[in-house]
């Protein structure tokens, strides 16, 4: 009896580890949002298949993407996919710059960022009302949003404009002063 007791708990310890190994490895072996078996030799997706970090980064924008596309399911015009066709076409279009993997790694987090602000997909502070001139006409509303790179976004009436935290022109992470 206790034999099979033993027998029975292992066999159901080896399924369970089975199990998890399947989804690690799934995990794991998880590739980028295409397929890096049928990439052209130079292209910009040989390159990302090549580079663990832009892999990585292709990966969360997939993630990001999907997470975009639920919330956009009643988004009139639907507008994400043909965005995301045209920022692809922008990304793969780095194979015109000299610095070819910095081109693409901030392509990457800049759409991301993108996503995530749009569509809240990350928290926000604010937002902050500001009414210039003396009339709500004039109202803008700012929102932080906490993206990589941090994003701000500024609403006047019917027009939004997004604006990522870049590196300043001489090298100064703008980000820390003040801290």
């Known amino acids: 009896m206790i034999k099979r007791m033993l027998k029975t708990q ?4 080896l399924l369970a ?18 397929d890096c078996s049928k990439v052209e030799k130079g292209s910009i997706k040989e390159l990302i298949c090549k580079d663990n970090e832009l ?3 292709d ?3 997939a993630g990001a993407y999907a997470a975009a596309a639920e919330k956009a399911v009643n988004e009139y015009p639907p507008v994400l996919k043909a965005e995301q066709r045209g920022w692809i076409k922008g990304r793969n279009d780095c194979w015109k710059e000299a610095d070819k993997r910095k081109c693409v790694e901030e392509s990457y987090r800049r ?13 926000a502070k604010g937002s902050f ?8 006409r004039n109202e803008v ?4 949003i906490e993206t990589g790179p941090p994003t701000l976004e500024a ?10 935290l870049a590196p300043s022109a001489t090298g100064i992470d703008l980000s820390r002063r003040g801290k």
């Open 141 to 144: 509303i700012v929102t932080f």
């Open 155 to 164: 609403e006047c009436g019917d027009q939004v404009l997004r604006m990522y």
């Open 111 to 123: 759409r991301i960022a993108e996503l995530q602000s749009r569509y809240r997909l990350v928290s």
């Open 129 to 136: 009302w500001y009414i210039c001139g003396g009339g709500p």
């Open 10 to 13: 292992s066999i159901v310890l």
């Open 17 to 34: 580890f089975l199990i998890y190994e399947a989804e690690v490895g799934n995990t794991v072996a998880a590739g980028p949002s295409f």
């Open 55 to 57: 892999f990585a980064l």
């Open 59 to 61: 990966q969360k924008m």
